[in-house]
């Protein structure tokens, strides 16, 4: 899971990137692992985000890692362009701290508060559900990743977006709600 980075864009159009106490470094098209991560939260938790995201680059589908890079990139542009060091851009429990980044093209740009500021989709899927229900019923995470055959990092995930879709911090908030 994703947890304490900052990103920040540079004169040029690049991103980098300093996850918690690691040195800066680029995010170019070689960071799969944060690429993969980053869009399966988008697509999870903002939908409307992942589908103008797609559109916009859909000529570059037939290349995957291009298509995906692109997509994840411009997200980090549009929303986490600025360097603070006071808050992380990712925080320490995979959420996303959005910032008002200076845009020329505020208050004109179609993409506006769908890519950039999106919208966060507050109903969960079936499968968030399901591990919702598994936390009521007092199972873990290795019991529930057992219990639906699923890697402990795909629950933690789950859990995660249940979190940020409902606006809950604690995991144990989730289980009282889901409680049978």
Same mark, same amino acid.
């Given at each position: 899971m994703l947890?304490?980075?900052?990103f920040y864009t540079c004169p040029d159009g690049s991103v980098n990137m300093k996850p918690g106490s690691s040195p800066v470094c680029s995010y170019d098209i070689s960071c799969k692992e944060v690429t993969?991560?980053?869009l399966?939260?988008?697509k999870d938790i903002y939908p409307g985000a992942f589908n103008a995201l797609s559109d916009l680059y859909s000529r570059s589908e037939k290349n995957?890692?291009? &298509?995906e890079f692109k997509m994840v990139h411009r997200f980090i542009r549009c929303n986490f362009g600025e360097y603070d060091a006071l808050s992380m851009d990712i925080s320490a429990d995979g959420n996303f701290n959005f910032e008002h980044v200076?845009?020329?093209?505020?208050?004109?740009c179609i993409h506006e508060g769908v890519i950039c500021m999106p919208k966060k989709s507050t109903k969960l899927s079936a499968r968030e559900e399901e591990v919702a229900r598994l936390l009521g019923q007092g199972l873990d995470r290795v019991q529930i990743a057992d219990e639906l055959c699923i890697s402990? &990092?795909?629950v933690s995930?789950?859990?995660?977006?249940i979190k940020s879709r409902l606006g809950i911090s604690k995991t144990s908030v989730i289980a009282l709600k889901f409680r049978e």
């Open positions: 947890s304490r980075i900052e993969q991560e980053m399966v939260y988008i995957k890692d291009f &298509f200076s845009c020329p093209l505020r208050g004109e402990p &990092f795909t995930r789950h859990i995660a977006n």
